[in-house]
């Protein structure tokens, strides 16, 4: 690599290492968990389901894990909004805005790759984009389970797995849902 492409991918993990300390502001606001989750955290855990997932159904693994690995990189700069905090058509306008300004720190050709990757997440324009978005609820219905377990109120938790029950489509992710 030139030095100045090394350069480059430093800053972009500066941006991305930033969600290892950015909080899931809804555990805390709406169920007071202590020591709640990181984005860095949730996204590597949906990152997991895509490999096994994807590769269950016979889908690019690669692609779905690489959405799933940038699906909330922008929440480096804007923040983990809560839909309290802004709508989901604000949210998306303000997301969007943080990713291409974090994608525009990388060299060109891999700019390229991961804005390819980032647009065709946003739109759900692929079997594999589609998948991710719904591993994303999957993933966090599976937290609000685990709190549940480590004692937290359950009727709290319960709104966070029924806005995934609500949005999740595909049958096999519905079943596993079905699990907890």
């Known amino acids: 690599m030139k030095p100045e492409d090394c350069t480059s991918l430093i800053t972009f993990l500066r941006y991305a290492g930033a969600l290892k300390k950015e909080i899931r502001r809804g555990w805390i606001l709406k169920v007071n968990v202590r020591d709640a989750e990181s984005v860095a ?23 779905a894990m690489g959405m799933a690995l ?13 839909p309290e905090d802004a709508d989901a058509p604000r949210k998306g306008v303000l997301e969007d805005e943080a990713v291409q300004r974090i994608l525009s720190t990388l060299p060109e050709v891999v700019k390229t790759v991961l804005s390819s990757l980032w647009e ?17 609820k999957v993933e966090m ?18 709104e966070f797995k029924e806005y995934a029950r609500g949005l999740v489509k595909d049958r096999d992710l519905v079943d596993l849902l079905g699990i907890f």
Do not use: F, M, N, P
């Open 41 to 63: 955290d949730h996204s590597w855990r949906t990152a997991l389901l895509a490999l096994i997932v994807a590769g269950y159904k016979g889908l690019d693994v690669e692609r």
């Open 141 to 158: 219905a599976l937290q609000a389970e685990e709190y549940r377990l480590d004692g937290y109120d359950a009727s709290k938790l319960k």
């Open 120 to 136: 065709e997440y946003k739109a759900g324009a692929s079997s594999e984009a589609r998948l991710v978005r719904e591993l994303d």
């Open 70 to 82: 940038i699906h909330d990189v922008g929440e480096s700069v804007i923040g983990d909004l809560t």
